[in-house]
């Protein structure tokens, strides 16, 4: 069964400090992760896909296949990070399966 | 530069009234799903759409139905609202390989 688990519901840290949200899948094969973020009011946005390697607002995620994670990280957190992330996995049907999300507060 | 469009942004229902949520994407997505987000559940899919014609049954698919009315438009009815269905629904399409575009979402309420 594909599923995908992210153990905080709310995570929050001081302007500056770092930051990691967790993010485990179970699915048979090779998936694709995604982070999606959606700031207040908002519609979900695309942030980062593991298999661009990219870096954006400063955010890195990095697949590790033999702990099933793929968890998001930033070194230094912002208050404009402050939002509900969440972390999503497609399987070969093209469906995208997301996890319960984990809300960011960023405190001044 | 719409992506994904969802109407009505906002909706009150009685417990037994039908309605229909509409969705359209201008960006030629071959992919279109339906997922409605309560709070600690994340996103569950109710339907989706892998191209025009064809509809499957997500994970949540009671009380729904969808019909795939072209390539750009995907709707999404409860025929007979109930209180358990209260939530922010989210359409949103994809094309094979691309990332999931998003609608604004529709905030239903059953009462």
């Known amino acids: 069964a594909q599923r995908v688990t992210q153990p905080e519901k709310l995570l929050s840290v001081f302007k500056g400090a770092p930051v990691e949200l967790k993010c485990n899948y179970s699915?048979?094969?090779?998936?694709?992760l995604f982070w999606y973020v959606q700031y207040s009011r908002q519609r979900l946005q695309l942030l980062l896909r593991?298999?661009s390697r990219e870096s954006i607002k400063g955010f890195t995620a990095d697949l590790n296949k033999g702990e099933t994670s793929f968890h998001l990280k930033k070194p230094f957190a912002q208050e404009e990070d402050s939002a509900m992330y969440y972390c999503a996995l497609r399987n070969y049907g093209q469906n995208f399966v997301f996890g319960p999300g984990t809300r960011l507060s960023v405190l001044p | 530069n719409a992506g994904v469009t969802q109407t009505p942004k906002f909706q009150v229902l009685k417990t037994g009234q039908s309605m229909t949520l509409q969705c359209a994407q201008d960006m030629n997505h071959n992919s279109m799903y339906w997922y409605r987000q309560d709070p600690g559940m994340g996103l569950r899919l109710i339907y989706y759409?892998?191209?025009?014609?064809?509809?499957d049954k997500g994970e949540v698919p009671n009380g729904y139905n969808v019909s795939r009315l072209n390539k750009r438009e995907f709707s999404l009815r409860l025929e007979s609202a109930a209180p358990s269905q209260t939530s922010v629904y989210f359409c949103?399409?994809?094309?094979?390989?691309?990332?999931?575009?998003f609608g604004q979402g529709t905030r239903l309420t059953v009462v």
């Open positions: 593991h298999i």
């Open positions: 949103a399409s994809s094309d094979l390989g691309g990332d999931a575009f």
């Open positions: 699915y048979s094969g090779s998936p694709e």
């Open positions: 759409s892998a191209s025009e014609g064809t509809t």
